[in-house]
């Protein structure tokens, strides 16, 4: 999707196999940097993200001068984009997503790859 819209990718192959932190996806176009880790689920039930997944995201953004997103889709629902920060936060220290979270703070596809 990305790439039909003019951004240049890398997929990072066997995202979460490595020790070092990487993204599901590192995207640019005119100047901008997307660090995606991408999640998938069926059903419209909580999922989780663990907070050591987050903080590598974030980690890995920083250092390359990225956007660090979570790119959600849940099945016949459109892709969604948020922030780490935009996740709810549980006290077993795991960030939960859901549907109606993802609809209403995250953005579509087209919000995220506007660029100037």
């Not at 979460?16 to 880790?37: F, Y």
């Not at 077993?92 to 790859?113: D, H």
Request: include cysteine.
């Amino acid at each position: 999707m990305l790439f039909n819209h003019g951004w240049v990718v890398v997929r990072a192959a066997g995202s979460g196999s490595t020790p070092l932190p990487n993204p599901d996806l590192i995207a640019g176009k005119k100047g901008r940097i997307l660090a995606i880790e991408c999640k998938s689920a069926k059903g419209d039930r909580k999922q989780y993200i663990t907070n050591e997944q987050i903080q590598e995201l974030i980690t890995f953004a920083k250092g390359f001068g990225a956007e660090p997103w979570i790119g959600i889709r849940f099945n016949h629902v459109p892709w969604r984009f948020v922030k780490p920060s935009q996740l709810e936060k549980t006290p077993a220290q795991l960030y939960g997503y859901s549907v109606a979270i993802t609809a209403k703070k995250g953005i579509s596809f087209a919000e995220l790859t506007q660029t100037k």
